[in-house]
């Protein structure tokens, strides 16, 4: 009977045992089944970003002017959002996917090739000056470099890159300075260096890649070479000019606007003091001259993109740029002012104290000089290549990851080339379970 008495408390313990661990199993069961909710939550987030970079980059390849749309797109019972970075020809998409207040973010980067007919990073312009022939440094002139995308040239940004090339000779008289490597391609006997001329590097058996190699010819657009000329009272050209049979003329002291389009001209000419601005995207066909006579401006604004084509391939092409005469790119930005020679044995002069040129000139049968105290920043391609009299270039070596769709360097006037994956970014497994 005495052990009766124990069995009521050790059951009721019993009972009182089984309910905490019935509870606890509870407790540890819901805790389980929430982190499965917010594991699912998570991937589902992590699988809708990542539809969003694959829609991006898709988009991106079949249409290079496509960009993201500023909001959230609904999918799979959530949303993404995608941003871009662009850098030259690189481009960063980052995606962010939402699902259920779950967030997961992925990140590309892509690149765009350039087009079939060849070149590199850069096209025409990204292994530094070249002059096919010859490259000619007289008395106190030089060479270097610096980096657009760091602001303009300056002590802080000045580099010893001024890269320079022939495949015929490299001549530097006395004083005169290569702040970079002077490549030629059949041995010392075709550099040159003179009294206190100095050079930072040399490469005597260089192996110019195409498109230096192969400088390939300019080809005017034929929506250019087929437009009529523009007439007198043309909307997109205000101020005082006269305009007639395609001959652009702006007399003396006299101002001119163009705000911006496809033009053909057979001739344009600025007389003394006379300005042109032009304020929008411009590609210009200039058939037979261009003349900016004594303190002449051109002078382009609102970071427009300016192309002009001088000349025709069999044609002759005359420039003149007289003392002072300028060409003013006021974005500093040498990419925004775009010179093709089409013609051949035409012979671009700027000389007498001219305002800096910031800008790329591709000449491929055509020769470049600069002369008399002038500064050039940014790129060029010729025949010949001539400084004299402390005249100087300054090379962008932001030039190097740039490719212009027109370059026939780039792609062979056919266009840009294709956008391809260099590297994903996905958050690792531990951290999309966590």
């Known amino acids: 009977m005495k052990n009766k008495g124990y069995l009521l408390p050790m059951a009721i313990i019993f009972i009182l045992i089984s309910l905490i661990m019935g509870m606890g199993i509870l407790y540890l069961g819901g805790s389980e089944q929430i982190a499965a909710i917010k594991r699912y939550h998570q991937e589902r987030a992590f699988y809708i970003a990542e539809a969003g970079?694959?829609?991006?980059?898709?988009?991106?390849?079949?249409?290079?002017?496509?960009?993201?749309?500023?909001?959230?797109?609904?999918?799979?019972?959530?949303?993404?959002?995608?941003?871009?970075?662009?850098?030259?020809?690189?481009?960063?998409?980052?995606?962010?996917?939402?699902?259920?207040?779950?967030?997961?973010?992925?990140?590309?980067?892509?690149?765009?090739?350039?087009?079939?007919?060849?070149?590199?990073?850069?096209?025409?312009?990204?292994?530094?000056?070249?002059?096919?022939?010859?490259?000619?440094?007289?008395?106190?002139?030089?060479?270097?470099?610096?980096?657009?995308?760091?602001?303009?040239?300056?002590?802080?940004?000045?580099?010893?890159?001024?890269?320079?090339?022939?495949?015929?000779?490299?001549?530097?008289?006395?004083?005169?300075?290569?702040?970079?490597?002077?490549?030629?391609?059949?041995?010392?006997?075709?550099?040159?260096?003179?009294?206190?001329?100095?050079?930072?590097?040399?490469?005597?058996?260089?192996?110019?890649?195409?498109?230096?190699?192969?400088?390939?010819?300019?080809?005017?657009?034929?929506?250019?070479?087929?437009?009529?000329?523009?007439?007198?009272?043309?909307?997109?050209?205000?101020?005082?000019?006269?305009?007639?049979?395609?001959?652009?003329?702006?007399?003396?002291?006299k101002t001119i606007t163009i705000s911006g389009g496809d033009f053909r001209f057979k001739k344009i000419t600025l007389n003394n003091n006379a300005i042109m601005y032009i304020t929008g995207n411009s590609r210009f066909y200039i058939e037979s001259a261009i003349t900016l006579s004594q303190n002449t401006q051109v002078i382009i604004q609102n970071n427009s993109t300016i192309i002009w084509y001088l000349g025709n391939q069999g044609t002759t092409f005359t420039p003149t740029l007289a003392n002072n005469s300028v060409i003013n790119n006021t974005s500093s930005a040498p990419g925004n002012l775009r010179i093709y020679v089409a013609s051949n044995n035409t012979n671009i002069t700027l000389a007498n104290n001219a305002m800096a040129f910031n800008g790329v000139i591709y000449a491929p049968t055509s020769s470049v000089t600069l002369a008399n105290n002038s500064q050039f920043f940014g790129g060029i391609v010729s025949k010949t290549l001539t400084l004299v009299n402390n005249a100087s270039v300054h090379y962008d070596i932001a030039l190097r990851d740039i490719n212009f769709p027109e370059d026939p360097g780039n792609s062979g006037g056919t266009g840009p080339g294709t956008r391809v994956i260099v590297r994903w970014t996905k958050p690792d497994w531990s951290q999309r379970l966590q």
Do not use: C
């Open 53 to 253: 970079i694959n829609r991006a980059f898709a988009y991106k390849k079949a249409n290079e002017s496509w960009h993201p749309e500023l909001g959230q797109i609904s999918f799979g019972g959530g949303w993404f959002q995608v941003t871009e970075s662009i850098q030259g020809e690189t481009i960063i998409f980052t995606s962010t996917g939402n699902y259920k207040n779950s967030v997961a973010q992925v990140s590309l980067i892509t690149y765009r090739t350039p087009g079939s007919g060849g070149g590199g990073r850069g096209g025409s312009f990204g292994q530094g000056l070249f002059g096919n022939q010859s490259v000619t440094i007289y008395e106190n002139a030089w060479i270097d470099s610096y980096d657009s995308r760091s602001g303009p040239y300056g002590p802080q940004n000045r580099g010893n890159y001024g890269d320079t090339g022939s495949k015929g000779s490299i001549y530097l008289y006395n004083n005169a300075h290569i702040y970079g490597t002077a490549m030629v391609e059949d041995g010392p006997q075709y550099l040159t260096i003179g009294n206190g001329a100095t050079v930072s590097d040399s490469d005597l058996y260089h192996n110019f890649g195409d498109p230096l190699n192969n400088l390939p010819p300019v080809v005017v657009p034929q929506d250019l070479t087929s437009l009529p000329y523009p007439v007198q009272g043309d909307p997109r050209i205000t101020g005082n000019y006269t305009l007639s049979n395609g001959i652009l003329t702006v007399g003396n002291n």
